[in-house]
Structures are given as C-alpha cells and as structure tokens.
C-alpha cells in the first residue's frame, strides 16, 4: 500500500473510530463536500499540503496517520473505560452517554475557535 493510500485508509478508520462526520472535515478545512468527498473516497490524488491541511483539522501530524491504526480504538477504549471511572454511580447507559457529552464538548473548542 502505498502512502497516500494508507494516509487515507487511516484517516477514514480515524474518522469511523471517532464518529466525526464528513461535514465536520469540510467546516474545519474550508473545502466543499465533493473534494472531501473526492479525498476520502480516494477517487482524487492526495497533495501532501491537503494531507497536512486534513491532519491538522483533526489536531495531528501527517505521521500519526502513516502509523498503524490499531491505537485508534485502543485510544476510545480507554477513553469509555476512564469515564466508567469518573462516573461510577451513573447506569452503563449513562455512563456511554456522559463519554459522548465529553467528546462533543472537545470538538465544541474546535469549532468555536475556528476562524472562518
């Protein structure tokens, strides 16, 4: 596989780990949703400054997407395990919806803080 193409695979299975919608990639880099589309889809070929410009939205580096990404859904894992922790007293199904609050609020900053 070559680089591009595993950048994208990576980015894509990032994206599914981490329920970001597609919409939210167009928000952060300012392109319409046929390039996203285009990209994601690996029907486009990928410039390094889109690969840098689509990692960066994300809050990472190039290289953290060329890496295996097995650590993806160790890194939600630990992330549900620890609000287990932070809410004990909370039913199993709360606790899921508390992690999700979290995680909305993460990408809130995100996107308050984006300059259009």
Do not use: C
């Not at 990032?14 to 390039?35: A, C, M, P, Q, S």
């Amino acid at each position: 596989m070559d680089t591009s193409n595993k950048f994208i695979t990576n980015i894509n299975t990032y994206l599914n780990v981490f329920h970001i919608k597609h919409k939210y990639i167009e928000v952060l880099t300012g392109w319409d949703r046929n390039k996203v589309s285009r990209i994601l889809n690996k029907a486009q070929d990928l410039k390094l400054s889109e690969a840098d410009i689509l990692a960066q939205s994300l809050g990472k580096d190039v290289t953290y997407f060329l890496e295996d990404p097995y650590h993806f859904k160790l890194h939600t894992e630990r992330d549900y395990r620890n609000a287990t922790i932070r809410y004990p007293n909370l039913p199993k199904h709360e606790q899921k919806v508390a992690y999700q609050l979290e995680e909305l609020f993460r990408y809130y900053d995100a996107l308050v803080n984006l300059k259009l």
